[in-house]
């Protein structure tokens, strides 16, 4: 019997990091969501699905990572970034759905402020969320 090209959920998640650098976002979204079958605890698996989603969906996907981490400070920064790119209209109903813990909130709103007074260009927030 040969083994297979993915022995592990982590061969997996590297191979989803690898088409994730080469611009296959899809081919990253499909082993990311292979890996979170295989290894449901990898809270790296749930972050790289984060990644390759819309910030709605990727709510729910961080969520899930700091359930099984909840000092996870990349899930938290993902968290800001997505938040970001969400309607402000419909921000607190989003994070509702994704279950984002409630106090969490305040650092959220805090660091628009931040933002909009220019505090932290939105390049600056991307460096912090290790997005850009």
Avoid: C, H, T
């Amino acid at each position: 019997m040969s083994a297979s090209p993915f022995d592990s959920p982590e061969m997996v998640l590297s191979a989803a990091r690898k088409a994730l650098r080469s611009g296959n976002k899809i081919e990253a979204r499909r082993l990311a969501r292979l890996v979170v079958r295989l290894d449901p605890q990898l809270e790296d698996a749930w972050l790289l699905l984060a990644g390759v989603s819309s910030p709605r969906a990727g709510l729910a996907y961080v969520a899930r990572a700091l359930e099984i981490n909840p000092k996870n400070l990349s899930a938290r920064k993902a968290i800001r970034w997505m938040v970001r790119n969400i309607p402000s209209s419909e921000r607190q109903q989003v994070l509702r759905e994704a279950r984002i813990p409630e106090d969490f909130y305040p650092l959220l709103s805090s660091l628009e402020v931040m933002a909009s007074r220019r505090w932290f260009s939105p390049r600056v927030l991307g460096i912090a969320a290790g997005i850009v």
